[in-house]
């Protein structure tokens, strides 16, 4: 009976828990199986997305994607949609493990993977499930940017290169992964990455034409919402992203709080910009130090997930998923890592305290606004490149890694 349990119990309890947790995913008002689909049904009937779907500020090429879902009834497309999340919830750990665990010599044990996959999921549990509470599509695309680091991981330059394109196409930020693979010199997969997300963005426009429309959907896309958060807010139709906002949990969104936008734009400008080039030269910093030890993609991938929020113009609660990879690859190596454990284990608590103890249902929506209010997420994030740079300057902590244990050994017998 016991090794059935220990195979099946935990498919058993995910199995009980998602289905347990389905009437607060198809009882939630922010529903992105009302927009999506809309917006692909904006594609079939010819429609100008920016009027048709206003809220819709994605990429077309995802309204593309889910263009099955359109004709659907409502109930389907929950369901459906709700088993295609919580498969790339499940999925975006398995796969996490699988690019970390390159780091290491000896691979890790079931005993081990059991305590890497209950303190990830604790640390990182929050943001699965708003993902879910908004039915959005951060961890849909999670998956495509987990399958093309671990094409990395396994010298599949081609394909991982095309899937991280991919993923850009869906959710635009990941596009920080270009510049990565050229300064890598992973150059077939920078041309697999230009080559699958140029297709993918430009699938809608080979298929459907905007009535009345003098540009086509991505070229719309590039300048009324991408182009316009970053050079030209005038020209933005929707600007969600400017002035004050505690739901905005990037820099941006930190600086506004702080700066009044209108008043001080100036200001406002030099303070962000600063930041967003301090975080920008930290990263290059650690990205570029020679890390010859051992396969280290898990942690590139990791600094580039932090910036992918820090960097956005946006970003919700839900994008904070992507924290995934980095609490799986720090896990692992908090665990094994007898050089700096004990600062793992800090800035592991401290993280976890800005990004999720403090804003939450069990401590009240009063202390969960204070705390957006005051930027914690922002906080939290950005205390996990503490724990990734001692890694990256101090060669000893992997090099010194030992498989983790942690039980109680019986007296010998007299």
Request: charge should be positive.
């Amino acid at each position: 009976m016991k090794p059935w349990i220990e195979r099946y119990g935990p498919w058993i309890a995910l199995f009980i828990s998602a289905a347990a947790y389905y009437r607060r995913f198809i009882s939630s008002q922010d529903t992105g199986m009302l927009l999506y689909p809309q917006a692909a049904q904006c594609l079939l009937d010819n429609q100008i997305l920016q009027k048709c779907a206003l809220p819709f500020t994605y990429p077309p090429a995802f309204a593309f994607v889910v263009i099955p879902l359109a004709p659907l009834p409502m109930w389907l497309r929950l369901l459906i949609w709700y088993a295609i999340t919580v498969a790339a919830s499940v999925g975006a750990y398995k796969l996490s493990e699988r690019i970390a665990a390159r780091m290491f010599v000896v691979p890790f044990s079931d005993y081990e993977l059991a305590w890497v996959r209950v303190i990830s999921i604790v640390l990182s549990l929050k943001f699965v499930l708003a993902v879910l509470e908004n039915q959005a599509y951060d961890t849909f695309s999670l998956i495509f940017i987990l399958l093309g680091l671990l094409g990395l991981t396994e010298r599949r330059d081609l394909l991982g290169g095309a899937a991280l394109g991919f993923a850009a196409a869906l959710k635009a930020t990941p596009l920080i992964f270009l510049p990565y693979l050229l300064v890598k010199r992973r150059f077939a997969a920078a041309a697999g990455f230009v080559v699958v997300m140029l297709l993918a963005s430009y699938a809608p426009d080979m298929f459907f034409t905007p009535t009345g429309a003098t540009e086509g959907y991505f070229r719309a896309w590039l300048q009324q919402v991408a182009g316009a958060s970053l050079f030209d807010p005038a020209a933005a139709k929707l600007v969600f992203w400017t002035g004050a906002n505690a739901f905005n949990h990037s820099l941006r969104g930190a600086v506004s709080l702080r700066i009044d936008e209108a008043s001080h734009a100036g200001l406002h400008k030099l303070v962000l910009y600063g930041l967003d080039f301090a975080f920008i030269a930290l990263a290059a910093a650690l990205i570029m130090v020679r890390k010859a030890e051992r396969d280290m993609i898990a942690i590139d991938g990791s600094i580039l997930l932090i910036g992918t929020l820090m960097l956005s113009p946006m970003t919700s609660r839900s994008h904070y998923v992507l924290l995934v990879l980095p609490y799986v690859t720090l896990t692992m190596v908090m665990l094994r890592d007898r050089v700096s454990q004990r600062l793992g284990i800090a800035v592991l608590a401290v993280s976890f305290f800005f990004l999720t103890a403090t804003s939450n249902d069990v401590v009240g929506k009063t202390i969960s606004d204070w705390a957006y209010e005051h930027s914690f997420l922002v906080i939290g994030a950005l205390t996990l490149m503490i724990y990734i740079a001692a890694v990256v300057w101090n060669p000893a902590v992997l090099r010194e890694a030992r498989p983790f244990v942690w039980r109680r050994t019986k007296p010998a017998p007299v």
